[in-house]
């Protein structure tokens, strides 16, 4: 590295507008309504929220909105890291501007689908319990799999990220701020001017093991926590795995389209992140998201072809009754961005970045409303001969949720302004 880096690059670390400081004040205050609303539920039990699973005969859903964040937080984390390692491994330098956003998206989508177990626990200080069920049932429950994958899954994404970090750090130590310096120390211990073909080499296999990771969690663990639960309508069966799979890649790619496009905007980097690279993140989102509402068609057609009476109940809520309004939406919300991306794959005259970033918002929300759909339903629904529950969400719940994505906006806000979000180039 030379002595003067580029100051464009570094204009996340080294200028605050009063923007941020606004931005800040909104999600602070969001975070104050999320403690009290936190501790409002620890104080007064679950009974607060929505959620039920006891009653005559059948009362509603003991998951609702906390588990459709745990799902879509999990799917965000493996698909941002999904995105960074490929093109590592596939050497598609293009891509490079992007892929620590991806990182640090990947980090805190984990921290956050953590903190939606706790809160769907209802009582933090019985986490002890998980970890002797674990030690007592490991390799006989898809929960205990679930969390050994998940640790190592981090403690690798942790350890990816910071070893891709070490040289920038090192570049920039001399004009970091002192409130910075002694972070990086600690980041740097060890560190030799001429470790970065060593560095390559790890970051690249760690790169492949994480790329075999993702494939047997988010297409493996997190859908058997659902598919291996025979007594639940359309959640048994082994179309879990490529199903949830999918959806966590399309929902991945189409955050890191909408946080590259915003870091874009707010610190000019057009220069770096090209139009280019949004036309192939979306087309890419094009594939994955026509991958799951083929799987989309395919479940609905099973069911309303020769599905059991409890899957063809679910399929009418979803079709015609109380979950039309929410379920058409997100079809809709999948079908129209996918058109667009495919006619700009196909026509790349027609290619416009403010669509491909609208399309992938859009993307955003729906995936999310999905996860919501494949949780609550199933649980409204029993095969035996009793009425459906309800579930309506409650003020806590929503305030909860909303919350919780104040934090992971606040914790990206000061990982930006904490660790270059590119790496860094001679001037």
Known sequence: MGNRLDENILRPLTYTSKAFYGVVAVLLGLTALFLYAWGFQLTQGLGVTGLRDVGAPYAGAPWGLYITNFIWFIGVAHGGIAMSAAVRVMKAEKYRPVTRIAEVLTLISLAMAGLSIVLDMGRPDRLYLMLVFYFERIGQSPMTWDIT?????????????????????????????????????????????????????????????????????????????????????????????????????????????????????????????????????????????????????????????????????????????EFAALYWPVVLGLAIPFLYLFAQTVYPKIFSLRLTVLSAAVMV?????????????????????????????????????????????????????TFPMMELKEK
Request: glycine residues 6%; proline residues 5%; aromatic residues 16%.
């Open 149 to 321: 994958v998940i640790f190592l899954y981090f403690t690798l994404s942790a350890a990816y990220f910071t070893l891709s970090l070490r040289e920038d750090l090192a570049a920039y130590m001399e004009h970091a701020p002192k409130r910075l310096r002694r972070l990086y120390r600690l980041l740097l211990i060890g560190y030799d001017k001429g470790e970065k073909p060593k560095v390559e080499q790890i970051t690249w296999w760690l790169a492949m093991a994480i790329l075999g990771l993702i494939t047997l969690l988010s297409g493996g663990m997190i859908a058997w926590i659902f598919g291996l639960i025979p007594a639940q309508a359309l959640w048994f069966g082994a179309f879990s795995g490529p199903y949830f799979l999918s959806a966590a890649l399309a929902s991945a790619l189409a955050a890191v389209i909408v946080i590259a496009a915003i870091f874009r905007s707010v610190f000019k980097w057009q220069d770096y992140i090209k139009p280019e690279v949004f036309r192939g993140l979306g087309t890419l989102l094009g594939i994955f998201s026509l991958t799951y509402l083929y799987m989309m068609l395919q479940e609905q057609t099973a069911v309303r072809y020769a599905g059991p009476v409890a899957e063809m109940r679910i399929s009418q809520a979803l079709f015609l009754g």
């Open 365 to 417: 929300v729906a995936f999310w409303v999905k996860r919501y759909l494949i949780v609550v339903p199933s649980l409204l629904f029993p095969r035996m001969p009793y009425p459906p529950g309800t579930y309506t969400p409650t003020f806590v719940e929503w305030s909860l949720v909303v919350g919780t994505f104040a934090i992971a906006v606040l914790l990206y806000m000061l990982l930006v302004k």
